[in-house]
């Protein structure tokens, strides 16, 4: 399933003619391509001509959260966070910066819808498995059977933040539990907790390894970070991925982190309407 | 309260087709009267066809995002644009997404005044890391420090709140009757993180 399919995005299209949509990040002071998915979902949203206007804002880049509703005309505005998961920002910094009160915030005749992130969405799961399966296509090498195959799920990990650990376990727990079965195994591995991804050579037997950081932008994490913990040898940065790698006798592909993939502009899309159903139709029974 | 887009529509309409600058940018007159074409204020006599078209909104932003050194410019106000290019001539709508777009918060700062927020006001709903300059107040030596260094010295917004702030009148006079004024009515997040940064500093001494 793709997550544009799963609802009439032309409906979609008339009933949100109007509206204003805010794609929130994270952003970097440092690191240029950090906000480039975003505004690169954001454009992909403006091209379809889904809401009258399309904006981005960040914590740590110009538009800061604070400042964003300043410049949107809309009446009724959606913001959808573009985070992996739910935690610190999604529920603490972007309310508070916002002065959101809750899902539904009316103020000064407007009308705040504040919508899920976009790692939440169960369309995320879909995504995944294509950005699984195109990397391997993309190497060159036939459909991988099943049973020989294990897919890795990597994110942070982290003391601070439960469920940006949980949102990975759960979806190793969803696409291990898929009849058919997509792979032998699908197991989550982070950065800096157990089940650590330097240890993916016993967290997974099968010849053929699959691997999609479960981040929501390129940078040091999944072009440095990771490649070395999985044993690659090649710059990331410099020559692009390599795939697939022959290490320890087995191969290994690794893909972009999942939050470039085009396809979140459509999860975005996805979760207002998401709001919609759920949020909205709460508001109004 | 008109909208923005009503704000600038009678700003452009007053210019009466005379390039209108913003910054180091130029809105220049174009086939209709609402149309700008946007350059760099240094570009303005340059002739269309020395200079590179953006030819969308996302080329647009790429140039205002690195200076002429490929340096990454994470104060999308500070001085520094790369100069060279122009877009197409833009519809208002087109024209306030890209203005967003090279300077975030610039329209609404001017068009839909805010009132401004001392320094300590900001400084209290900061948590997690950015707790620690609630520590300094609105005259504190790590406060004037990181103004001196950011917002004197690599931001083109004129500061209505902190040490040295002008009114938003004072701000208007100084701005040319050619000019959109670029008020700043709150500190921005960088700035909020280089106070925390000079309050480490100090600790560390």
Known sequence: MTPGSCFDLHAFRARHRHDALVVAGHGSTVNADSSTPAYRHADRIREQGLFAEVHECFWKEEPNFRFILDQVEAERIYIVPDFISSGYFTEEVIPRELNLTGPLTRRDGKTLCYCQPVGLHPAITGVLLERAAEVVHASGVPPLPPEETALLIVGHGTGLNENSTKIVREQAARIGAMEPRRYAAAVAAFMEQEPFVKDWRTLVSQPNVVTVPFFISDGLHSYEDIPVLLGMTEDVRRDGILNPHAIGGRRLWYAPALGTDPRLADVIVAQVAHFDTHALALAHP | ?205
């Open chain 2, 1 to 205: 309260m008109p909208s923005l887009s009503r704000i600038l529509e009678a700003r452009l309409a007053a210019a009466s087709g005379r390039p209108l600058f913003l910054g180091e940018l130029v809105l220049l007159p174009a086939r209709s009267e609402l149309e700008r074409e946007l350059r760099h204020r240094a570009d303005t006599g340059t002739a269309p066809e020395s200079l590179v078209l953006l030819p969308d909104l996302p080329a647009i932003r790429e140039i205002a995002k690195n200076d002429a050194a490929w340096a990454y410019r994470p104060l999308r106000v500070a001085p520094g644009l790369q100069r060279g290019w122009r877009t197409e001539a833009l519809s208002l709508p087109a024209l306030i997404e890209a203005l967003h777009s090279l300077y975030p918060s610039a329209l609404p700062f001017w068009a839909v005044p805010r009132p401004p927020v001392p320094f300590s006001e900001t400084a209290k709903r900061q948590s997690g890391m950015y707790r620690l300059v609630q520590t300094c107040g609105d005259e504190g030596a790590p406060l004037r420090a990181a103004v001196e260094k950011t917002c004197a010295a690599r931001c083109l917004r004129q500061r209505l709140w902190g040490p040295g702030a002008r009114t938003r009148e004072e701000i208007e006079r100084a701005t040319p009757d050619d000019a959109i004024p670029l008020p700043c009515p709150e500190a921005c997040n960088y700035l909020i993180a280089q106070v925390r940064e000079e309050i480490d500093a100090a600790r560390k001494q």
